[in-house]
């Protein structure tokens, strides 16, 4: 099959300055064009797909600026343009007094035909979720699912940065019958798509890059109601995806089980595991890894319930061949990993022998010699300055007590890992790079309690009740007390939200209530 491109490079030549577009059609190559770059102060330099070329040799200065602002479309809040009727995109740079000083023109590209390596995915009715590297193509195939869908379905596109349906109000042919909702303001995306549903009446939703927690619950809102979701999220892969708190919702989310001592001894596991929440938002989850490959999780749910119980994630591999034709090849699930490799951390209620050598009798405890492989030292350092408890950083693993790590790291099994799991180290592998998530670790090995946070507690509640009343499943939602200044924070997120607060009772019980903003 040949794919044709539509680019209109014409349109994105003629804002440029005359010698910038003088160079540029002496240059030729709008095939293989990306972008151009117009910084002040520096030359401009147009990006191909093979380099990059400098247009000309006099510095931008602000009036070259000026001249492409003048005769592009407005500025949104994310500081992204276009050329109406038309899928470039243009990106501002700008000073601490909010001045224009750089402008990244990238070149936008209809291209017909994409689809036809996942075609019988996107006409099979299942919720689609696509995965990729920035510049690989998400958008691209986005479009091309809505034009095709659109021919047999009623199809919504909710384009936030105008990047699918392009600049202006008459969208681009490219999106063909779609109808395109466009978003005010980059924040109020999550209203946009419940929006979209209520009063349009669509089969299919389209979005592009689900970003936060707010979008992801109104993506599974959208999806509970029978609606066919076509989206993309930040992250390379689907084990990027369950990595991020934010985001791993739309994949079932993970939270820590605490299995019988039976089932614990059936599955060969510590007592505490990870396991998938609830049914993941998306059926299918496709990861662009170039043009013409993509790697397709057929089994969302059994995808990440594998990953979880440390094997390999099945995937099915589609390549374009020159020839047009789809070759498809299965990837086979690996053997499970030994058990060690399925614990996310050691039980806290059987610490490891070590652990309890590490304690002097009736006294501090002895210092714990840490080897940390990929972590933030000085956020290990403050959450043992936190709890004043005495850590040793160690660089040699033969010196080390424990070895702390991140998941991202210990699914690659590096030779400080495996080194470390022969020899008998204990391995703690921790979720995110923070000194919560180490004060936690460090609290257990120590045998210590933690007293919670208030203000994630109060932070954790509000973001609950917010997304409880945003998607529709509750009118109001009351807060636990809380003291003055957690209460003006829980405001602030309210109003961030576009939602409507209220303080009621007297001290020390004085709470926040809630509200939707109708």
Known sequence: MTLEITDNINALVDVMPPDIAEALRATGRFESLLEIVLDKGRVCEARYVDGNVELTEREMGQE???????????????????????????SAIRNRTDEIIGLTCRVGRAVFG????????????????????????????????????????????????????GDGDIPHPAIGRSRRMQVKK??????????????????????????????????????????????????????????NPTLSDLVGGIQTVTLSDEEARRRGTQKSVLERKSPPTFDVVVEIQDFDRVAVRHDVAAAVD???????????????????DIEKTEVVVAEPLPAQAQRSRPAPESPVPAVREWMREGGRPAPLRVYPYGLNQNRI????????LPIILVNDLSEADVLFTLRSYYRQRPHAIAEAERKGLPVYVLRNN????????????????????????AIAEVRQAILNVQ????????????????????????????????????????????????
């Open 306 to 324: 594998a990953a979880l119980r440390g094997r390999n994630l099945e995937a099915e591999i589609r390549t374009r061949l020159p020839s047009g």
């Open 64 to 90: 070259d600026l000026e001249h492409v602002v003048q005769r592009i479309g407005a500025f949104g809040d994310d500081n992204r343009a276009g050329i109406e009727r038309t899928l470039h995109r243009i």
């Open 434 to 457: 923070t000194a919560e998530q180490m004060e936690h670790y460090l609290a257990e090995i120590f045998g210590l309690r933690l007293q919670a946070d208030p203000q994630e507690g």
């Open 114 to 165: 994409t689809i036809d390596i996942m075609r019988d995915i996107v006409e099979s009715g299942q919720s689609i979720l696509l995965l990729g590297r920035p510049g690989v193509g998400k958008t691209t195939m986005l479009r091309e699912v809505a034009r095709v869908l659109a021919d047999s379905k009623r199809v919504v596109i909710v384009d936030t940065s105008n990047e699918i349906g």
């Open 186 to 243: 980059p924040s109020r995306q999550h209203k946009v798509m419940i929006e979209a549903v209520e009063n349009h009446m669509p089969q299919v939703i389209v979005i592009d890059e689900i970003g936060n927690e707010y979008e992801a619950a109104a993506a599974r809102t959208i999806a509970e109601r029978g609606v066919q979701l076509v989206g993309t999220a930040h992250g390379n892969t689907l084990d990027n995806l369950m990595m």
């Open 381 to 388: 350092r403050q959450a043992s300055k936190s709890l004043n």
């Open 471 to 518: 998607s529709g499943r509750s009118r109001s939602v009351q807060l636990s007390p809380r003291e003055s200044g957690l209460r003006k924070m829980q405001h602030d997120m309210v109003r961030e939200a576009d939602l409507l607060s209220r303080s009621s009772g007297t001290e020390p019980r004085r709470r926040v209530t809630v509200y939707a903003n109708r």
